[in-house]
């Protein structure tokens, strides 16, 4: 069983910056690929990145690609989401989530943090 909180959401103008952190708790948090995903309103849930169980491969949306990077500290049993030069349409509640597999489909994922929201101000 893994628990997922995440926290460093907040209101940014565009073009700045934000780190996201996901703590996690049990014991095998390192086993475990590590995804983030994004829900605007009235939208669904999309993928924006992933990252191995090592922290060796990640992969990201092509929305976020150059903007967006996923690390890993597993000592502390964290992900982080740092997110550069972001746009109003970064906006939306972000989550992360814990699964066997560096996936973009949500379903595939077997725990989910509650969410922090993003704001992105023009």
């Known amino acids: 069983q893994v628990q997922l909180v995440e926290s460093g959401g907040g209101l940014v103008q565009a073009g700045g910056s934000l780190r996201l952190s996901c703590v996690a708790s049990g014991r095998t948090f390192g086993s475990y690929f590590m995804g983030w995903f994004r829900q605007a309103p009235g939208k669904e849930r999309e993928f924006v990145g992933a990252?191995?169980?090592?922290?060796?491969?990640?992969r990201y949306a092509d929305s976020v690609k150059g903007r967006f990077t996923i690390s890993r500290d597993n000592a502390k049993k964290t992900v982080y989401l740092e997110m550069n030069s972001l746009k109003p349409e970064d906006t939306a509640v972000y989550y992360c989530?814990?699964?066997?597999?560096?996936?973009?489909?949500?379903?595939?994922?077997?725990?989910w943090g509650q969410g922090t929201q993003v704001t992105v101000s023009s």
């Open positions: 990252i191995s169980w090592s922290g060796r491969s990640t």
């Open positions: 989530a814990a699964g066997s597999r560096m996936v973009v489909v949500s379903t595939l994922y077997d725990y």
